[in-house]
């Protein structure tokens, strides 16, 4: 304990030391393997478990008995991403980008890794898509995940990538090609800045997303245009492009608008 904290309450600090454990995980766990971590009794772990449970600090997936971090803690973790002055920044950019194209805009960082949306504007257009703050988004299968993945922020999102590549069908075949398939998209991302998708994961609903770098020269959060094929302009020189990209370079350099 550091110097002026004073003294603690010992089921906070071991609580504590179970929500450690989940975010330290590779995914979720066991409660024996939960409790190992976190040098508790498995008993004594189930009872702290059952209250995190409640206040929907940790979750229980029902076919595997495996535990994970709950929607408040990502809720917890996303105000503490929106206190970071650059991403205030971007929140405000997302805001005038969907007012001047008119299309869904989302701001995603990265969170419980995963590409995580903590904005969404709707836009003027009415689309079927399921996108909302909070939600976790695929690296192979969504723009921002590319933009992600192509850059290497953050530190070992190349194993994730190998994770969702395991999950496809097991055509070793197949499973080959599209794995240098996407290495080849990775390098175009690269060297034009953005990615785009096509119908993907959604029929006719297309997305470009670029990056935004913190001053460290890391990319800290994405910005997505989303539309469907009729209303989003995927051509370099589209109004889409050009706004998105001068608003990514400007926040990139500190600027606001």
């Not at 904005?119 to 079927?128: A, F």
């Not at 935004?212 to 539309?227: Q, S």
């Amino acid at each position: 304990m550091s110097k002026g904290e004073g003294r603690g309450i010992q089921s906070i600090d071991i609580g504590g030391r179970l929500l450690s454990a989940l975010v330290n995980a590779d995914g979720p766990m066991m409660l024996r393997d939960l409790a190992a971590v976190a040098d508790l009794p498995p008993a004594q772990a189930h009872a702290y478990i059952s209250s995190f449970r409640r206040l929907d600090l940790i979750e229980q997936d029902v076919a595997t008995g495996r535990y994970q971090l709950g929607p408040l803690a990502m809720r917890l973790g996303l105000v503490r991403i929106s206190s970071f002055a650059p991403l205030r920044a971007a929140r405000d950019a997302t805001v005038q980008l969907e007012l001047e194209l008119g299309l869904m805009v989302a701001l995603v960082v990265w969170g419980v890794k995963a590409p995580t949306a903590v904005q969404v504007q709707t836009g003027n257009y009415p689309l079927n898509v399921n996108l909302r703050p909070g939600m976790a988004l695929p690296i192979l299968g969504s723009a921002a995940g590319r933009v992600f993945a192509a850059f290497g922020s953050p530190h070992g999102i190349s194993a994730i990538v190998d994770e969702e590549f395991s999950a496809l069908p097991p055509d070793k075949k197949a499973a080959k090609a599209a794995r240098k398939t996407f290495d080849a998209e990775l390098d175009v991302i690269r060297s034009a800045g953005y990615a785009v998708t096509k119908s993907e994961p959604v029929p006719d609903i297309d997305t470009i997303a670029a990056p935004i770098r913190g001053a460290d020269g890391e990319v800290f959060a994405v910005i997505t245009v989303v539309g469907d094929s009729i209303n989003l302009d995927l051509k370099p020189e589209g109004a889409p492009l050009r706004a998105l990209l001068k608003i990514t370079e400007q926040l990139s350099r500190g600027e606001t608008r």
